[in-house]
């Protein structure tokens, strides 16, 4: 409830609760009751009720409502139900004419609208997406996102009456998106709805739809709007695509972007008209490195069995060079932009090869707005930019940061021993400590006062690589469940057997040879440096338990993010000669004694 002021003086007697609440006449209140069960307080487990009064008037009595039940309610002089009318039609409104009062319950759907299902797809960047539905008033009637998962279908129903709404994408990433009201053709199926793009819908009365506007069936200008000028750090990719006969059905055009060491799909064009010129206009990271890459799915480009196609691509208004796209060079063609000159040098050889790019620090999420005129970019007196070819990449780095991994934990006393007096807390898992966008890992145990001390995680990778940093990203819990201690260690001959006498291990850091551990602040990153020359397949980490508690919370442990890091400033250094550290210079705690782990 919402009020001015508010006391209340609970009594309580044999089963029975009395609490007493003075409101303030000029309010309106909002009562809600609910189960976690989800079977009310009648009358399985026997005869619970509650009864709302105003003064000495019953107002609402109830008891069998299930998960949950909800009224609204006013102080209002009235005599019949249409004085408490509200102007709401999912409400049914009732007058309590001795209590002096309006209620407004929620009707059934069925009784003034239709049941609509949402069905919201993201892509790369869940985090980026936001969305609302609003009627024509401009209320908006449902919202949803921002998401946690990429590539997932996220699902929703809302009761929406009779009407014109409009669905707008306020995120900043597409998604994909499908609005339907039971089995019937869904009202809205967008497989691209970009952000700040709307889509209006009709509920009900098919008489109220606003009127739509013919699309071309002639070899016409098409325009694709989206972005004309850029923001400050971003850099304009512009794209005429002209498209043959066949152009609806077999071409598709991706842009993506180098994250770490991998390549993310920012945008995805298709379903072009045919025999029509398509002109897009996209904003991307001026600090990273992007792929754009043109598919025919009958390997015979767009020029010249099926009419004269052809494309052009600017970057910041310079035409990018590239072989035409026909049949010697007609299943696939990629174009890179952005990426350092001394990366890739350009040559004339066909586009047919499969990509493997280097890894270069991660990209920033590009924006993309709507409306702007499809026009042909401006040209300025300047060196055309290169235009890089994916041989020239596999010649020089191979298959880049390729690397899998794999992972185990278990639990141990002070002297080496196994032992299984702690597990997981509920909800949280092994998984979890390597996902920053999960809950920080728990860990609890039976007393805080039995011998199982220590967790200790093994990350195991197919090819070894040199550790001398890692990143521990703090929980939100107490600091009492903090780590006691931290010790890191490697080895190339562990058998997989936690705890297995046949493995050696060699301490790359310990917390207790340094300044000890601190973590003040929450959810946030520390980062551990140590001296390390060595390449190992296998590190383990061991998180220490204070004596006095019997939990032990984590936070992320980033070993996955520190590998990135370290092989893109690797193989940066190998292509460009220049040397890009993978973590800021800090003076190491201490150095690695290099001797095995008694």
């Known amino acids: 409830m919402s009020a001015g002021s508010l006391t209340a003086s609970p009594t309580t007697g044999p089963g029975k609760i009395n609490e007493e609440i003075c409101l303030d006449l000029i309010y309106s209140y909002s009562f809600s009751i609910s189960d976690s069960f989800g079977d009310g307080f009648c009358c399985a487990e026997g005869y619970g009720s509650y009864v709302l009064k105003i003064g000495q008037n019953v107002i609402a009595t109830g008891g069998d ?3 949950s039940e909800q009224f609204w309610f006013s102080f209002q002089d009235c005599t019949v139900d249409s004085d408490c009318d509200d102007g709401d039609i999912s409400t049914m409104n009732t007058c309590r004419k001795e209590a002096k009062a309006c209620m407004h319950t929620l009707k059934a759907c069925s009784e003034y609208g239709h049941m609509v299902s949402i069905n919201a797809t993201t892509n790369n960047f869940p985090e980026a997406v936001n969305w609302d539905i609003k009627d024509h008033n401009g209320d908006v009637k449902y919202e949803g996102g921002p998401y946690e998962l990429s590539k ?23 998604i994909g998106l499908k609005i339907g009201v039971g089995d019937d053709t869904p009202l809205v199926n967008e497989q691209y709805m970009w952000p700040d793009k709307s889509k209006e819908f009709v509920i009900g009365d098919p008489s109220t739809a606003p009127p739509t506007s013919a699309s071309p069936t002639s070899a016409s200008t098409t325009s694709n709007k ?9 850099d304009s990719l512009t794209i005429e695509f002209m498209a043959d006969t066949a152009s609806e059905l077999e071409n598709k055009i991706f842009i993506d972007s180098l994250h ?5 799909e920012r945008y995805r064009l298709q379903n072009f008209d045919s025999s029509s010129l398509n002109t897009f206009n996209i904003c991307l990271d001026k600090h990273s490195c992007h792929r754009l890459k043109i598919t025919d799915s009958a390997s015979n480009g767009i020029c010249c069995e099926k009419g004269n196609g052809w ?54 999420i590009s924006t ?20 890089y070819l994916e041989h020239d990449i596999e010649s020089k780095i191979g298959d880049g940061c390729v690397n899998n991994f794999s992972f185990t934990s278990a639990f141990f006393t002070h002297e080496g021993s196994a032992c299984n007096a702690c597990r997981f807390c509920s909800g949280s898992t092994l998984g979890s400590l390597f996902d920053p966008r999960t809950y920080s890992t728990c860990i609890e145990c039976d007393t805080n006062d039995n011998e199982c001390k220590e967790f200790k995680v093994f990350t195991t990778f197919d090819k070894a690589w040199r550790m001398w940093f890692f990143t521990l990203l703090t929980s939100d819990a107490s600091t009492s469940d903090d780590p006691d201690r931290i010790i890191l260690e490697a080895s190339n001959n562990f058998n997989g057997k936690a705890g297995s006498s046949a493995n050696s291990w060699i301490t790359l850091y310990d917390s207790d040879q340094g300044p000890g551990l601190s973590f003040l ?30 939990k032990l919370q984590v936070g992320h442990y980033k070993i996955i993010q520190s590998y990135i890091k370290e092989c893109s400033s690797f193989l940066f250094e190998q292509l460009t000669g220049k040397m890009m550290p993978a973590h800021k210079t800090l003076v190491p705690t201490k150095e690695p004694t290099n001797k095995p782990t008694a």
């Open 65 to 67: 409502f299930g998960k």
């Open 152 to 174: 997932t279908t996220y699902f929703a129903n809302t009761c929406l009456a009779d009407g014109i709404y409009t669905f707008s994408n306020l995120g900043t990433d597409f």
């Open 226 to 234: 989206l972005l004309c000028s850029c923001e400050e750090d971003k």
């Open 521 to 550: 602040s929450r959810k946030e990153e520390k980062s551990f440096l140590f001296t390390n020359d060595l390449d190992f397949k296998h590190y383990a980490i061991t998180f220490a338990r204070k004596s006095d508690s019997s």
């Open 368 to 387: 993309l707005s709507s409306n702007f005129p499809s026009v042909r970019p401006s040209f300025v007196p300047s060196k055309k930019p290169k235009a």
């Open 311 to 364: 494309y052009k691509a600017y970057w910041n208004g310079l035409e990018l060079d590239h072989e035409p796209f026909e049949n010697d060079h007609g299943r696939e063609q990629k174009i890179f932009v952005g990426c350092p000159d001394s990366v890739f040098e350009y040559t004339n050889a066909p586009f047919n090869q499969e990509t493997i790019v280097p890894s270069l620090p991660s990209t920033q």
């Open 260 to 264: 770490g060491s991998t390549w993310k």
